[in-house]
Nanobody, 125 residues
Framework: EVQLVESGGGLVQAGGSLRLSCAASGSIFDDDYAIGWVRQAPGKEREGISCISSRLRSTYYANSVKGRFIISSDNAKNTVYLQMNSLKPEDTAVYYC?????????????????WGQGTQVTVSS
């Protein structure tokens, strides 16, 4: 079983930046996994915003974050990062790290197998 721990959330002003980290237990980068970020704002459905493949490091971004967010991984640390730039109030949400075993990238939140506990990101206007 994969365990995920997110960190790096907080309060930031619009236009600012934050970097989220997701530390994974085990060597998920030794096999084919999709590691992604999903967010959920109050009263809204979960949104898969970015994903990276463990070995090929191919990436996916939702249109809502494309050009502003960057996903990356440090395989030696079993950690995935989400650099969030030019933040907007509408980016306010709980951000979850999630993992699915297998090839390919994930855009649909329901496709993930393992989830972290989430970290709150609040962007003030």
């Amino acid at each position: 079983e994969v365990q995920l721990v997110e960190s790096g959330g907080g309060l930031v002003q619009a236009g600012g930046s934050l970097r989220l980290s997701c530390a994974a237990s085990g060597s998920i980068f030794d096999d084919d996994y999709a590691i992604g970020w999903v967010r959920q704002a109050p009263g809204k459905e979960r949104e898969g915003i970015s994903c990276i493949s463990s070995r090929l490091r191919s990436t996916y971004y939702a249109n809502s974050v494309k050009g502003r967010f960057i996903i990356s991984s440090d395989n030696a640390k079993n950690t995935v990062y989400l650099q969030m730039n030019s933040l907007k109030p509408e980016d306010t949400a709980v951000y979850y790290c999630a993992v699915r075993k297998g090839l390919g990238l994930v855009s649909e939140p329901s496709s993930y197998d393992y989830w972290g506990q989430g970290t709150q990101v609040t962007v003030s206007s």
